[in-house]
């Protein structure tokens, strides 16, 4: 009995997180529409400002913080939901805005109210706060009402692969000073809220804390204005310096009042499609108005009435927190307008997941995401990894019953599309994220999933891939698609990558399972070998040049091959830029990188010449492939090839710890990165001049480089930091079978070779 006693008094002690609070809605019938705002309203004492206080805040589906009248949080909230039942909750430090005596906290709540390709609606709205520091809870107490300035915009509405709706301000209908004034209650008709539950009730179920950071904070700043006369209304074009994620803040002087000032963006049809706009009602005199909803664009457009006169633009750049930490020079201008494009492009494609496009869809298709991740280990803070766990997860705990994995998610996208599932979960996506972050925790969880998606794939009798049409049979952008040997050249990749999960993670029968189905796929797919190229004999299109590339890269087909792909890649070229990344990468593997940078200029010349956009598209022409948006971060795939290839940067083991510098100087006479890796600052250089080669390598503390020469190094003199007794930097278990190689420890070093 002392026992039970005991635990019963441990039980009782311990906090349960939302044991008072409750979620809570406006006590409105119209509360759950689509696109309703509601304002929330607390007023509290503290008598001693502590120095911290936690609180955990919940929402469907987005909210802004203020206390004391002072933003507190700018747009808090994630989408949902970590799998398709549940959502995710913020935990934020309120302390800082925090003040003896009486504080006013103000929340207000933009319900979506419907699903989309990066969102699962709950179907009702609702707010949780619970902060034990304060002992402040939402319940009953708190005040609530919809807030009567945000109306219907009408038509044209967003696509339905948008959650978000359009905004429109009705400035006459504003409650002006609402976070702040002494009593809601009177002066707007504030009312009690309503209580609708208590934590892990239904609909919202269980959340989860969120696991990226809130968002980056940017100066807010001003844009250049252009007025253009029209017949009825004017254009007034505000300038950005680049594409981006943003706000718009107007400040507009109208002598009557009640006029519609539209705003959009240069991308608001854009993709083919409708995207997110706004509008806003004017009241009399000098007014400014924020619109909350971020659209982006390079120029925001106002369509004005001739009697409003538009005083300032500014502009709330926002986006995921992470800085471009890694650096890249070479002499080659094109390269280096192609690299901040790039960089650009990825960008303003990461916010509360992966994105395709930040306009259209908004919609983490893991084709994109495992291009992205690439991109984002040589060129983003390590920051960049919350996101890409948080996709990881969330791809595996959305997995359906019957094992099929299934992206864009979350959302309700249902399809299946196969070639981009095997591309996440193989060496691309989940295991490029172990080798780069060391996180095996993640491994773990996945694994699972990985396995009982991988047991969906079947074999023909020639040890074949047989064709898995999934939900939607997509390979690539284009024409000229032999899905046979796409699919194969996919399955025999995540087969590789989950024999070395199941090695990792001590599953010895499973790993040799995946390498027996290995050596079949791999008989059955150099059977499609007809003496100069891979083809399926069912296949009837032009060689298709993917197929080709998936072979190399996957270790499928033998050197001996090489120079006969290596023809077919100079006269072939169906790949839209999702998969000619990996052409790019296959031409460097078969050693052929001056034509890999030759064909890449080539083929992206038109989107890198491109004097007006500052990213890159997502084919080959404004308008192409998919409705060919200009902001398409797929695009980028020839960063990870520049860093791994040309510059040679690669982890040779997990975190880093252990990691290749492989130069291959075959496009630019000099060339510099600097990479953030979880293990420090990896930095490499070259030099090739008058027949010189030199390079100078920085190793982070605790890590170990394996420096590869270039083959036309040979026998010639090498010296490191002047020094030509090079015993001490003797190969380890990575030696290269050709190349010359130096195990270097933690340092910095300079390389001559004479």
């Known amino acids: 009995m002392k026992h039970i006693f005991a635990i019963f008094t441990l039980l009782t002690a311990i906090p349960l997180m939302g044991q008072n609070a409750k979620w809570v809605s406006a006590n409105e019938e119209s509360v759950d529409s689509p696109n309703t705002w509601v304002a929330f309203r607390k007023d509290f004492d503290v008598g001693k400002v502590p120095s911290s206080a936690n609180a955990k805040i919940a929402v469907d589906s987005k909210y802004w913080l203020w206390i004391n009248g002072k933003l507190a949080v700018f747009e808090g909230g994630l989408k949902r939901g970590p799998n398709p039942k549940d959502g995710y909750f913020d935990e934020v430090d309120i302390a800082p805005f925090l003040k003896e005596g009486q504080n006013k906290l103000a929340i207000l709540v933009w319900y979506f109210g419907k699903d989309g390709f990066s969102h699962k609606s709950s179907g009702k709205l609702g707010l949780f706060f619970d902060s034990d520091a304060l002992n402040l809870k939402s319940d009953s107490t708190w005040v609530s009402k919809i807030h009567p300035a945000y109306i219907d ?25 609402w976070q702040t004034v002494p009593d809601a209650v009177k002066k707007f008709g504030f009312r009690e809220s309503k209580e609708l539950g208590e934590w892990g009730c239904s609909p919202w179920n269980d959340h989860q804390k969120r696991p990226i950071p809130m968002w980056k904070e940017f100066e807010i700043r001003s844009a250049k204005l252009e007025r253009i006369p029209g017949e009825k209304t004017d254009t007034v074009k505000a300038y950005l310096p680049y594409n981006m994620q943003m706000t718009p803040i ?4 109208d002598s009557s009042g009640g006029s519609l000032v539209d705003i959009r963006t240069d991308h608001t049809v854009a993709g083919g499609q409708t995207n997110i706009r706004a509008q806003y009602t004017t009241k009399k005199g000098t007014q400014t108005y924020e619109s909350l909803g971020w659209m982006n664009g390079q120029i925001i457009l106002l369509e004005v009435p001739k009697n409003v006169k538009i005083d300032e633009v500014k502009y709330r750049e926002t986006g995921y927190d992470t800085n471009p930490d890694g650096e890249f020079f070479c002499d080659d201008d094109f390269y280096m307008r192609f690299w901040k494009k790039g960089l650009n492009t990825l960008y303003i494609n990461m916010r509360d997941n992966y994105f395709d496009c930040p306009d259209r869809e908004r919609a983490q298709w893991w084709g994109d995401a495992v291009v ?21 997860r969330e791809l595996v705990s959305w997995q359906k019953d019957d094992g099929v ?12 599309l196969p070639g981009q599932m095997l591309a996440s979960i193989g060496r691309y996506g989940f295991w490029n994220y172990y080798m780069n972050t060391g996180d095996i925790e993640t491994i773990k969880y996945a694994y699972p999933a990985i396995k009982k998606y991988l047991s969906l794939w079947e074999l023909d009798n020639t040890g074949l891939t047989v064709l898995r049409k999934g939900g939607w049979t997509w390979g690539d952008w284009g024409d000229n698609r032999d899905m046979r040997l796409i699919f194969a050249g996919w399955h025999y990749i995540a087969l590789s990558a989950a024999a ?18 290995m050596e079949k796929v791999k008989s059955g797919y150099n059977k499609c070998w007809n003496g100069f190229s891979y083809r399926h004999p069912e296949y009837n299109g032009s060689t298709d040049d993917r197929v080709q590339a998936l072979a190399v890269i996957s270790g499928i087909a033998d050197k001996d091959l090489y120079e006969s792909i290596f023809k077919l890649f100079k006269t072939q070229m169906h790949a839209s830029p999702y998969m000619e990344k990996y052409v790019m990468e296959a031409l460097f593997k078969i050693g052929h990188g001056d034509y890999a940078m030759e064909r890449t200029k080539q083929r992206f010349a038109n989107m890198v010449n491109d004097k007006f956009h500052t990213t890159l598209f997502e084919g080959w022409e404004i308008g192409g492939f998919g409705g060919g948006s200009t902001n398409h971060a797929w695009s980028g795939g020839a960063i990870t090839v520049i860093s791994q290839y040309l510059c040679g940067l690669y982890p040779l083991e997990p975190a880093w710890k252990t990691f290749r510098i492989e130069p291959t100087p075959v496009k630019f006479k000099e060339a510099a990165i600097s990479i953030p890796t979880v293990s420090g600052t990896v930095k490499s250089s070259y030099s090739l001049k008058d027949g010189k080669f030199s390079m100078k ?8 480089a394996m420096l590869y020469l270039p083959t036309f190094v040979g026998s010639k003199s090498i010296s ?19 190349k010359r190689s130096l195990k270097l420890p933690a340092g910095e070093y300079s390389i001559n070779v004479e």
Request: glycine share 8%; charged share 25%; no cysteine.
């Open 153 to 177: 915009a009408g038509e044209p509405r967003p696509n339905f692969r948008l959650s978000e709706s359009n905004v429109h301000f009705d400035a006459n209908k504003d409650m002006e000073g």
């Open 250 to 253: 107007i400040t507009l002087t």
């Open 372 to 392: 992205l991740m690439g991109e984002s280990f040589y060129t983003y803070s390590a920051s960049t990894h919350a996101i890409m766990r948080k996709a990881i």
């Open 405 to 416: 994995l299934y992206s864009p998610i979350p959302g309700n996208f249902k399809s299946e």
């Open 500 to 517: 070395d999960m199941a090695d990792i993670l001590g599953f010895p029968q499973d790993a040799k399972s995946y390498r027996s189905t």
């Open 697 to 704: 390598v920085s190793v982070p503390s605790g890590t170990t």
């Open 720 to 738: 490191v930091n002047g020094d030509k007794e090079l015993s001490k930097y003797g190969a380890d278990k990575f030696k290269h079978p050709t």
